[in-house]
């Protein structure tokens, strides 16, 4: 196998042959079943790392009775070795600041520190080695080939380089692909209008972003009297959010660009977070399992669910050194399968990426819904102008789901009917998805707020309860 | 002399001894003399390089008759070779987009694209090819090893990556000095927040970014009850404005955070911009001539102005073989001297760094006037808000001065005693500087608009008094 060895040891001058699909022919296309007992030699290694390095892991792993020397199969791993979350890490940087307990390299191999945006709580900081860094570039790079990118190809990063550590893996892949890095970010105020008059001058093959990133440049650059189409874009390639594994949203970049999207990434933790990515040839994801071992597994149980099945993605790195994560649980949510992919990689699939998180999913009369699944349909509804809120109250006994879906300028011109005529179907592609009646809310293109990272559609109903409540109590007042 | 080859072949594994004041001794004490003669021959090299490889400075050359192998001096070299302005480079990238016909290697030696930020015109793109880059970072890594950085500080830098090409090239030298690098950027809303808060979980030795920007986030952190002195900073550098050789804004910065400040910087063309940069034994900056060659220069002849005087740089790549830039002027104004250095550097010197544009003087009642210099008696004066406007208007004859500074809250506290001393000290010590009365309007502190970036205080008088007139207008309408 091509530069398997732990730790890594890649040779960066290393490239295939320009003209070959795989960057590692023998690691993407042997035979499951060879790789998987690869896979368990590893994670002997890997596990026998961390527990003479970590605390963290000695400690967990001493309680429950594991030990990685007696490591017989992936069962016994499913089995035996606890998952670990992403509050454990925080707690253990809390109690051993900065890096934790699980920071299995000395602090002076130390290239590289990022860290969660920790919108709420303690952040939580990453620290990575100069030989984990080169591996991180060597699997992007890798995964990047396999997505048709080629040394020479400009390949424009136009997400925040800050803790989003999304842009700074693109970038790392980029380079070690021999390509022209224009790092652009994106956040700053007065960003995008500059970013799509760039992409315009200087005309980059490829595009790394968020997708809601990608559908706000396309409108700020059609505002502009700009093209998206005549950036001349060939890849685009998104993470951070669902959207570039639905086809509604996926299928509607493409033909605002004109180039071909592909969805990648699990978690910032995993980095190399393309462990998970799509293939020239191949929608969805595939699970790169020799560079993070990806189990996706019951959220209750933590053991692998069936192929065809649904379930929460547990990563185990098999090609860190400094923090490696052995079993973190995603809390996303997924579906896997196996057998033949139209690009000839061995790996499972996830045909339809990462669609939600547990979190994100609510219920409503007793049906389970994931936001992305409202913004797919929404995206294949002929006049949708973009953007939508989705509003779950509970006003009387039953559960309330409101949407505030935006349509393009057409459908309002016709006195009221072009905008019945959307309700309708709006409602009907709704009802069709959930089994359920909504009640749809027509706004004008640009009603709602755009944002330049993540969306966030869905309001909580108490919210929207307190405004109301502040609302009617203001009125009284003069 | 070490790693002096043209073009650059630095080794990535060359480290000078921890105690060793000097990356490179040779390079950076001998005599200026040998320098020369070595910067001479360098010179050959760089304009042949150019010559062949570039319509621009070839069509340029001929037509002054200039050619590289009959360079026979220095002073033969201001004669004859022609400067190069911006405005140049950017039409050569119009007529031959989007790099320009200045561009000496081939596209696919390309690494990185960057560009100026472009606020006006079309903005101009870097092409920085895998050589240079490598030879930017080796660069920038020694001059901060010269101002005491070693390889496992941790440096953080907190400025935005984008366009700005200052965050890129501190963080190049920082990851070839082998330093653990936090790249927490700037620019986006509510960074600065997050920034202090993460500076003080993390406890990086180093930081870069704007002087502007260190100042607000010095408040920032106040006004979340941290103390930026517990951050545990030992060297901050700078770049992009003016600040750091200031004494009133070096010292306060260094009084805010207690660590020591650097300047640094001269052009983004110029990378590696920190051929003009302090050390820790040196204020002010240091011309590290054999990295890139330094003229500082009479803005009407473009000839070197004698030690001790005031005139624009006019740089000249020596270590660049992508987009190499000859004498080109940066529009800076500096004064210059020789002599010895504490340091023991055998460089000339920029005593008090750059300390304004050109474009940035202004003239009131005949008397040349920097930004720099107001803001520099402010940062002096007791009881300083730390935000200042500076407007000038001429609504009869004369010039007239009008100072907005924000001062202290105790200054306000003795019922207006506080505020008629402030504002006579401001006076007195304006018209120090200056030698003519201003007005001063003492206002509370935040009151002005605070930028984390790059300041802008001088209020263009015409767009004053626009704005009057619409007040007064307005003013008689309901």
Known sequence: ??????????????????????????????????REKAILDRLRRVCRHAYE????????????????????????FEDKVPVITKKELRESQTKSPPFGEYLCVPESEICRVHG??????????????????NAIANAHARVMWGMGMRPGDMICVAAIFS????????????????????????????????????LHTMRPTGFYGTP????????????????????????????????????????????????????????????????????????????????????????????????????????????RTSQPMIRLVSGDLTLWVDGPTPCGRTYPRLPQGIFGRIDDMFTIRGENVYPSEIDAALNETPGYGGEHQIVISREAAMDELLLRVEANAEIFLEDGQGVERFRADVSRRIQKLLGLRTTAE????????????????????????REMHAQVNSDVLP
């Open 163 to 198: 803790l989003y550590m999304g842009s700074w893996g693109a970038m790392a892949g980029a380079e070690r692909l021999g390509a022209k890095v224009f790092p652009f970010g994106a956040g700053a105020p007065g960003m995008s209008i500059r970013c799509a008059q760039w």
């Open 212 to 319: 809601t990133y990608a559908l706000h440049l396309a409108q700020t650059a059609q505002s502009e009297g700009l093209n998206p189409r005549e950036f001349g874009l060939k890849y685009m390639f998104f993470s951070g959010e669902p959207g570039a594994s639905i086809p509604g949203v996926r299928n509607r970049i493409e033909d605002l660009f004109g180039a071909k999207v592909f969805d990648a990434g699990s978690m910032a933790e995993m980095s190399p977070w393309m462990n998970v990515a799509g293939s020239a040839q191949t929608e969805g994801m595939l699970c790169w399992q020799d560079i993070v071992y990806t189990e996706v597994c019951d959220p209750k149980s933590m053991h692998r669910v069936a192929y065809g099945q649904r379930g929460t993605p547990v990563y185990t790195h098999l090609e």
């Open 53 to 76: 390095h970590s605390a963290f892991y000695r400690r967990r792993w001493n309680d429950c009775g594991f030990h990685p020397d007696h490591l017989r199969s992936l069962e016994h």
């Open 1 to 34: 196998m091509e530069f398997w060895s732990f730790p890594p040891a890649y040779d960066n001058t290393y490239f295939p042959p320009p003209e070959s699909r795989y960057w590692f022919p023998q690691r993407e296309t042997m035979a499951a079943s060879a």
């Open 442 to 465: 027509i706004l004008r293109k640009g009603t709602l707020p755009r944002t330049d990272f993540k969306a966030r559609r869905v309001i909580d109903d108490r919210a929207v309860f």
């Open 116 to 133: 969660t945006s920790g919108t709420t709580g303690r952040p939580t900081a990453f620290a990575i080695s100069r030989n984990d860094w």
